[in-house]
């Protein structure tokens, strides 16, 4: 046998860290193995093709060939057409922007009659992916309000004084009209693209701040991305450390094989080893709870309860500041059958707000229908009837194509897809 | 008619997968497109292509039945057919039904019960109909006498929701089928008509059981994303389920070793990461913007073989296209033979082709040599079905 194990070759910091699944195929290219970059494989001698996938779907690639008792290292490489021109560009284009979906895209080839009942269909504003944009013109007058505080709880109110808390926009790569705005904890909960003519974009903004870095995290904050599309401003949140977003993005982007393995990393994860040991004392030791969840998500998406093993309590009850504690805890216990304990938990979530991922948001809403309705006159009924109808409406307009819990609504407090007449009094930053 | 097909006398008991399709187009009380609208209807109208979508559904089952990882074993078939349909698919004919609430209650509990008796055999539900958005994982399915008038304006809808967790393992169902597939082939925005309505007055299919410990393979295969609508071509289909198939019959297949033998499958995973790259390339060439989505429990698992190598288009491209004329395009497979030549220069550019998926080495001579562009000699990559796009960068 040989022994064969991986090196990425990115430029930057942040995409060096990563750990990125890779698929190791024989010279026929049948699939023999899949592994993680960071971990050593035994093989069979023999010729190998090599290749490792970004969330964004870029491919780093490369030839082997092993010898018996062989150990090497393979350097995989990306295409020279992706690779990025700017070291600082490489977290956008191999995580956050999406390549996976329309990689042949044909040009000029309408036909008519396409469109649902046969009725002539039309590109929505929403239509374009990846990175490239269509040439029209910017869309018109926007304004970005924030919100502190907890909708479920009705003390969800705007941001009155608005500078210390709005970070400095920056261009986002090389789009005509796209900016980020990196928010560092402590930082408001919500944000909000309001346009006339449109339904007023929200999106929760994910934060964590332990005790033991003080006032500042670099890594526990997030990312807005503002860009245009079309006559439409987009809003897309992204979180600032990169391994909990790159899990993120192999979800949404059916990346399915990529979200298993990325999810099995996560069992190697040191928080995940943490929680599990179920000592109390061990919390404040706990690095990166926002990529605990998100790795409970994928392995919940996945339906992957052995690596769920007993940590899911532990992320609950050690972080009352993380919402989706209690959907995670909940939807992980009533795939076990045990029901009393995940409504108990649902019930709590009033107290935290609205989950910070809109699977969180997805499976509490589903769970408490189907406890509704298997005790339609259990005790507990009356609280879970009216959770049930404060969430109900942000399940209805919430856009669940994102991570990030976004949903359309005037007043965050009460979401709905009614256009926006005109710009309110509320202090904004106009764009 | 609905149960089209019986297998199981044949399997004796082994595990087989069991069918539930549903297409509806002939909504008996919304109006056609173009008609008034009824007190009832939402602005709904009668659809165009859902019925024939199932039933090319239904066909490939039965067609390729040989290839499937499980024997098929049961198919019900509840089809509600427009006269267009009908003409423009002559097999229709002999299965137009209905499929009103009550129709699918009945056909869904015979079908959850043949699902019930072998826990390692599997059940897919194919629904392609009128739809709307509750969460990720859930929606409103409308039934052919949906808007009706009698009762709650969603009576005759059924919750999806209720049907994935009717169909959990449970105390009453202890040995139900582990693996489960459903494609739901509908719009799954929000109808601003429903918001004057609780969508928990849409009928559930069934009782909600006490579920146990639930470690099922059952994803969900939305055709459109939470929120977004899902899209037609008359008399060809949904774009679902044209995706669906070109999926299962070859894009979605990967090159997998087996117990020491290569073969051609297509599995959950497979199926899901074809499935977006299709839908784009539809959205593209129809110029529509239908966004598929995933939900439920998505583990892996197989779900047919192919018999030969899949095809993969292919598409070319000379960067800097200034370029082209200069440029020599060259591709060996990978037994190192010579593919016959390409048109030199490469037009029409980008140049379009087909090749059956393996491993190519694409190289680009530019002569004769010019200061502004270099050469580039390939290396083996791995064409796959899908689509394989080359961008031959020749600029220094």
């Known amino acids: 046998m040989s022994t064969l194990r991986f090196v990425c070759k990115f430029h930057s910091m942040e995409m060096q860290s990563l750990t990125l699944p890779v698929e190791i195929r024989k010279s026929n290219y049948s699939l023999v193995r899949r592994a993680l970059s960071n971990e050593s494989v035994e093989l069979p001698p023999g010729t190998y093709f090599v290749s490792a996938q970004t969330p964004s779907g870029q491919q780093l690639t490369n030839q082997v060939t092993l010898g018996e008792g062989d150990s090497r290292t393979v350097a995989l490489y990306l295409e020279q057409e992706d690779v990025s021109p700017h070291e600082h560009e490489e977290v956008p284009r191999f995580i956050q922007q999406n390549q996976t979906v329309a990689p042949f895209l044909s040009s000029n080839r309408v036909r008519p009659g396409a469109g649902a009942g046969g009725e002539p269909a039309a590109k929505g504003d929403e239509g374009e992916k990846g990175l490239g944009d269509s040439g029209s013109p910017l869309p018109g007058p926007a304004r970005l309000i924030l919100y502190r505080g907890n909708p479920l709880d009705g003390g969800l109110g705007y941001q009155p004084d608005l500078h210390p808390f709005f970070p400095p926009r920056q261009a986002y790569l090389d789009l005509p009209g796209a900016f980020v705005l990196r928010f560092n904890p402590p930082q408001p909960d919500l944000i909000q693209v309001a346009q006339p003519g449109r339904a007023p974009l929200n999106a929760v903004l994910p934060s964590w701040l332990p005790r033991s870095l003080g006032e500042y995290n670099p890594l526990g904050g997030c990312q807005v991305v503002v860009r245009p599309r079309g006559s439409a401003y987009s809003l897309e949140v992204f979180l600032e450390n990169v391994r909990s977003e790159s899990?993120?993005?192999?979800?949404?982007?059916?990346?399915?094989?990529?979200?298993?393995?990325?999810?099995?990393?996560?069992?190697?994860?040191?928080?995940?080893?943490?929680?599990?040991?179920?000592?109390?004392?061990?919390?404040?030791?706990?690095?990166?709870?926002?990529?605990?969840?998100?790795?409970?998500?994928?392995?919940?998406?996945?339906?992957?309860?052995?690596?769920?093993?007993?940590?899911?309590?532990?992320?609950?009850?050690?972080?009352?500041?993380?919402?989706?504690?209690?959907?995670?805890?909940?939807?992980?216990?009533?795939?076990?059958?045990?029901?009393?304990?995940?409504?108990?938990?649902?019930?709590?979530l009033p107290e935290r707000g609205l989950p910070f991922f809109s699977d969180g948001l997805s499976y509490a809403v589903d769970r408490l229908r189907f406890y509704r309705r298997l005790?339609?006159?259990?005790?507990?009924?009356?609280?879970?009837?009216?959770?049930?109808?404060?969430?109900?409406?942000?399940?209805?307009?919430?856009?669940?194509?994102?991570?990030?819990?976004?949903?359309?609504?005037?007043?965050?407090?009460?979401?709905?897809?009614?256009?926006?007449?005109?710009?309110?009094?509320l202090p904004g930053l106009e764009f | 008619m609905t149960l089209v097909l019986d297998n199981r006398p044949a399997l004796g008991g082994d595990p087989g997968?069991?069918?539930?399709?549903?297409?509806?187009?002939?909504?008996?009380?919304?109006?056609?497109?173009?008609?008034?609208?009824?007190?009832?209807?939402?602005?709904?109208?009668?659809?165009?292509?859902?019925?024939?979508?199932?039933?090319?559904?239904?066909?490939?089952?039965?067609?390729?039945?040989?290839?499937?990882?499980?024997?098929?074993?049961?198919?019900?078939l509840l089809l509600a057919p427009s006269p267009q349909e009908i003409s423009a698919e002559p097999g229709l004919a002999a299965l137009v039904g209905s499929c009103t609430l009550n129709d699918f209650l009945a056909e869904a509990a015979a079908w959850r019960k043949d699902a019930a008796a072998h826990p390692d055999g599997a059940a897919?539900?194919?629904?392609?109909?009128?739809?709307?958005?509750?969460t990720r994982n859930d929606a409103v399915l409308l039934m052919q006498d949906f808007g009706d008038g009698i009762g709650s304006d969603l009576r005759n809808a059924a919750n999806l929701n209720s049907i994935f967790y009717g169909m959990a393992p449970s105390n009453e169902f202890p040995f139900i089928a582990q693996t489960q597939l459903y494609f739901i082939d509908a719009c799954?925005?929000?109808?601003?008509?429903?918001?004057?309505?609780?969508?928990?007055?849409?009928?559930?299919?069934?009782?909600?059981?006490?579920?146990?410990?639930?470690?099922?393979?059952?994803?969900?295969?939305?055709?459109?994303?939470?929120g977004t609508q899902a899209q037609s071509v008359a008399g060809e289909g949904t774009l679902f389920s044209r995706a669906l198939l070109a999926c299962l019959e070859n894009d979605a297949a990967e090159f997998v070793e087996i117990e020491g033998e290569d073969r051609w499958r297509v599995s959950v995973h497979s199926l899901d990461k074809a499935l977006a790259q299709v839908m784009a390339g539809l959205n593209d060439e129809l110029l529509t913007a239908q966004d598929y989505g995933m939900g439920g429990q998505i583990k892996e698992g197989a779900i047919c073989d192919l018999d030969a190598p899949p095809q993969v288009k292919v598409r070319l491209e000379v960067v800097p296209e200034e370029a082209l004329p200069l440029t020599h395009i060259s591709v060996l497979d990978e037994q190192g033979h010579p593919l016959p030549p390409l048109p030199e220069p490469l037009e029409p550019h980008p140049y379009e082709t087909t090749w059956t998926a393996g491993m190519y080495t694409i190289s680009a001579v530019i002569t004769p040599s010019h200061p502004h562009y270099v050469s580039r000699p390939g290396a083996p990559r791995p064409v796959m079905p899908p689509f394989y796009v080359k961008k031959v960068k020749v600029a220094p």
């Not at chain 1, 209690?326 to 995940?342: F, N, Q, S, T, V």
């Open chain 2, 124 to 134: 897919l539900l194919y629904y392609a109909g009128h739809g709307a958005q509750r």
């Open chain 2, 188 to 226: 799954r925005d929000f109808l601003p008509a429903f918001s004057k309505y609780d969508p928990d007055d849409a009928t559930p299919v069934f009782n909600i059981p006490q579920t146990t410990a639930d470690t099922r393979c059952a994803p969900i295969y939305f055709a459109a994303a939470p």
């Open chain 1, 247 to 348: 899990l993120l993005r192999y979800n949404q982007r059916s990346q399915t094989a990529q979200a298993n393995l990325a999810a099995q990393n996560f069992e190697l994860n040191e928080d995940r080893h943490l929680m599990s040991m179920a000592e109390d004392g061990l919390k404040d030791k706990i690095r990166d709870p926002l990529t605990a969840a998100a790795g409970a998500y994928t392995l919940l998406r996945l339906n992957d309860l052995e690596h769920l093993h007993n940590w899911t309590r532990n992320l609950m009850d050690w972080f009352p500041w993380l919402p989706d504690g209690i959907p995670i805890y909940a939807e992980h216990m009533a795939r076990l059958g045990k029901h009393a304990e995940a409504l108990e938990a649902l019930l709590r």
């Open chain 2, 17 to 76: 997968l069991h069918a539930l399709i549903c297409g509806i187009s002939a909504y008996t009380h919304l109006p056609s497109p173009g008609e008034p609208e009824t007190p009832h209807s939402l602005k709904l109208r009668k659809l165009a292509s859902t019925a024939l979508s199932a039933y090319r559904v239904y066909r490939w089952l039965v067609d390729r039945r040989e290839r499937l990882a499980l024997p098929l074993a049961t198919v019900r």
């Open chain 1, 375 to 425: 005790y339609p006159s259990g005790a507990q009924e009356p609280a879970a009837a009216l959770l049930l109808d404060r969430l109900r409406p942000y399940a209805a307009f919430a856009d669940f194509g994102k991570p990030i819990l976004t949903f359309t609504g005037d007043d965050p407090n009460r979401p709905s897809g009614e256009p926006m007449e005109a710009f309110t009094g």
